[in-house]
């Protein structure tokens, strides 16, 4: 009796919901496998998705999107391939989950002005936020900077691990199942140097959270940024989670006048 | 016989000039580096003049590069002093300062009035009491900075370079050195080229305030100045004005890892709807783009009127700009000062001047304007299509384009159609749709049913292009500190 051949996976970028090979057909090997090498077209395709995705998500309330980052944790935490580093990044997910509806408490208020008018400001999502992740951990580095994005309400272009990128792809599957509206997380697999400048320097992209911790990357981000004033993080593995979500969001001030 | 009288009864306004008397200037102001007003080494010394008359009204030392860099060195030398004393302490420099604001509130806002053309009803009334609450308000966080960012480890940045324009040169001053101080860092704040007076006088209020020397340097300058300063070994740079430069700085410090916070230009909608109580709305709008001649990056530039009640409002709009006081920035009648300078003027005029060619209608108010000086009559452009010049840029004066909508879907699409996202306005008596049409707005400040509100303990700042980053409140503390140790 001959063994069973495993059933080898082909491994697709996680794009507007659905996991498709690189528009240019080009794939690297890594690890033995033909990792799909993501275009500058691809990156378009991604922002795009990620734009039209954003309303949306944005005004789910934050309940409903809390429910949601804690559905991507519980399948996450259902996967068989567990390990510490994947068991950390399901916490994560379950801490950002339970921020939410914690944000407008925290960042926004009502303003005691000085003259007859309600006054308050409230946190809103910047919009579509590029994330570049870490080579390594492949998996926890990627989920440190999807999550708070996610968690504030953006949608999400992601440039994983390019070393390691077979699980962050996996994560896509993860993401598929979990009730992420298609379009609000898309991740690409690629070469830096050719993502960078199409994904950091498109004008629809809002903030970037470069997580890449090199230093040439970070001059080459920021003067993209300037192009259309983006807002850039560059949080490290131990910035605590309020100090990520902040750059992710915009402080809206309403006034209304009080009396007649 | 009465009704013939009533008939020609005019607005004229007997003139009522606030006094120069009481705001006496120096011939000459220098530098204020290291506690002490010094002559520029490498700078130069210009005369700074009144917009509404094109006359003289006193020398100002211009930075030069060894200057600028002479104000960080002393910043730099008095930072770990200033940082290291009780926050109470540094809290009482700061109430100090807003008691003496108070104190010379009348001389300051005339000091405004002449050095940069704004009506003195609005100097007086906004820019110079705004000045003292922002520190005021700010100075009572010193203390209490523990409760400000969720319980994170904070520490100041240490020199911060700030550059300011010349739309309202104390109020953004204050904006910018209040929360700078209260965090416990020292300054090298750049004023603008033209109104370079009142930072001037409240680098001598610091003085007499007693702050350490160091702590706070002001050195007026042009751009090179700004330049230099953004470009300096400062560790954080807060920068107001114009979005062309705030992208230049954001470039120039690309991979220095140096804080930055940018408070642009802007390009905001205001938005009536049918029903709106449009008397006030017209208040509104009038208060939205005239208030200190649209020199205002959140000016309401782009009304959207809802088709049904266009004709009405632009009726009632022209009646009322027709009605605006245009003249003597120093008379407290004045509604509509003059324009701050001969380059904003020509700016102005050139975009007014596209509107014209690219088929909007210009409707200009007639009205007697003084031979000297830069004046700009109120203007409003009608049929103005989505992609012209004057709906899409920055004009920065007395101009207001107007287009309308059907559906507040088309308004909050119309809106949100900019490159900018700093405010907008949204008239309506219907409750749940002014703060439906908030919510989807894509602005830092929404005003419903009012406009041109601001306050020390509310946050303010952009989307998009507008910039990042807030000044207000406990917002504005953030940009201040290094968090999370």
């Known amino acids: ?260 | 016989m009465a009704t013939v009288e009533r008939a020609a009864l005019r607005w004229d306004y007997a003139p009522a000039p606030e006094s120069r008397d009481a705001a006496p200037l120096k011939p000459r102001y220098d530098l204020f580096i290291g506690g002490s007003f010094v002559a520029p080494t490498d700078g130069t010394v210009v005369e700074t003049r009144n917009p509404a008359t094109e006359e003289t009204l006193a020398e100002v030392a211009f930075a030069g590069p060894g200057d600028v860099a002479a104000a960080v060195d002393a910043a730099r030398g008095a930072a770990d002093g200033w940082a290291a004393l009780p926050a109470l302490e540094r809290g009482k420099y700061l109430f100090r300062i807003a008691r003496l604001i108070q104190e010379r509130a009348r001389e300051l806002a005339i000091v405004e009035t002449l050095d940069g053309g704004k009506p003195i009803r609005e100097s007086r009334d906004v820019d110079v009491p705004l000045a003292a609450a922002h520190f005021f308000s700010y100075a009572g966080w010193a203390d209490k900075l523990q409760y400000a960012f969720g319980g994170r480890a904070y520490e100041p940045r240490g020199v911060v370079g700030q550059v300011v324009p010349w739309n309202f040169p104390l109020l953004m001053a204050a904006w910018k050195l209040a929360p700078a101080l209260a965090t416990g860092n020292t300054a090298v704040l750049k004023p603008a080229e033209t109104t370079p007076l009142t930072a001037l006088l409240l680098a001598e209020i610091v003085q007499e305030a007693g702050l350490p020397d160091g702590v706070v340097n002001i050195i007026p300058g042009d751009g090179s100045a700004g330049a230099a300063l953004v470009r300096s070994e400062v560790d954080k740079v807060a920068f107001t004005g114009s979005t062309a430069v705030g992208k230049e700085i954001q470039r120039a410090l690309a991979g220095t890892g140096r804080g930055l916070t940018l408070e642009l230009g802007g390009k905001s909608a205001n938005i009536v709807f049918e029903d709106a109580a449009l008397d006030q709305a017209v208040e509104g709008i009038i208060e939205g783009i005239f208030f200190n001649q649209g020199h205002v990056c959140c000016a309401g530039s782009r009304l959207l009127l809802q088709e049904s009640v266009a004709e009405e409002v632009v009726r009632k709009l022209w009646a009322r700009m027709e009605r605006l006081r245009v003249g003597d920035p120093l008379d407290k009648n004045t509604d509509v000062g003059a324009i701050n300078s001969a380059e904003q003027l020509a700016r102005i005029t050139e975009m007014v001047e596209a509107g014209e060619q690219q088929g909007a209608v210009r409707r200009s108010v007639t009205c007697a304007l003084p031979d000297a000086g830069y004046w700009f009559p109120p203007t409003m452009f009608l049929d103005v299509a989505p992609a012209n010049r004057i709906a899409v840029e920055e004009i920065f004066g007395p101009v207001v384009s107007v287009t309308t909508f059907r559906s507040p879907a088309e308004a909050v699409e119309r809106a949100n159609n900019s490159a900018y996202g700093l405010a907008a306005g949204v008239w309506t008596d219907n409750g749940a749709k002014a703060f439906e049409v908030a919510s989807k707005l894509r602005a830092g400040v929404v005003w419903q049913n009012t406009y041109n509100k601001f306050d020390p303990t509310a946050a303010f700042g952009g989307y998009k292009e507008s910039g990042f980053g807030r000044e207000g409140g406990p917002a504005g503390l953030a940009p201040y500190v290094r968090l999370g140790g």
Not at chain 1, 122 to 144: C, H, I, M, N
Not at chain 1, 233 to 253: G, I, Q
């Open chain 1, 1 to 260: 009796m001959s063994a069973r051949q495993a059933v080898a996976k082909t491994y697709k970028l996680y794009l507007g919901g659905a996991f498709v090979r690189s528009e240019s057909g080009r794939t690297d090997p890594i690890g033995g496998v033909n990792v799909p090498r993501g275009s500058r077209k691809d990156v378009r395709d991604a922002v795009k998705a990620a734009r039209a995705a954003a309303p949306g998500w944005a005004k789910k309330t934050a309940y409903n999107r809390g429910q949601v980052l804690y559905r991507f944790a519980e399948a996450l935490e259902s996967r068989s391939d567990r390990s510490d580093e994947i068991d950390e990044a399901v916490d994560l997910l379950v801490h950002y989950a339970g921020w939410t509806d914690k944000l407008a408490a925290v960042m926004g208020g009502v303003n005691p002005v000085a003259a007859p008018f309600l006054s308050f400001s409230s946190p809103e999502p910047t919009g579509v936020v590029a994330v570049l992740a870490p080579d390594s951990p492949d998996v926890l580095g990627l989920v440190r900077e999807i999550a708070p994005a996610l968690a504030a309400g953006n949608t999400v272009v992601a440039v994983v691990s390019r070393t390691k990128p077979l699980r962050p792809l996996d994560l896509g599957e993860v993401a598929g199942v979990s009730d992420i509206p298609g379009g609000v997380l898309n991740l690409l697999s690629g070469r830096l140097d050719e993502l960078l400048t199409p994904l950091c320097g498109h004008r629809d992209v809002n903030a970037i959270i470069d997580a890449t911790y090199d230093d040439d990357v970070a001059k080459t981000v920021d003067e993209l940024a300037a192009e259309t004033v983006k807002r850039v993080s560059r949080p490290s593995p131990h910035t605590d989670s309020l100090t990520r979500l902040e750059p992710l969001v915009e402080l809206k001030t309403a006034w209304h006048p009080v009396g007649s």
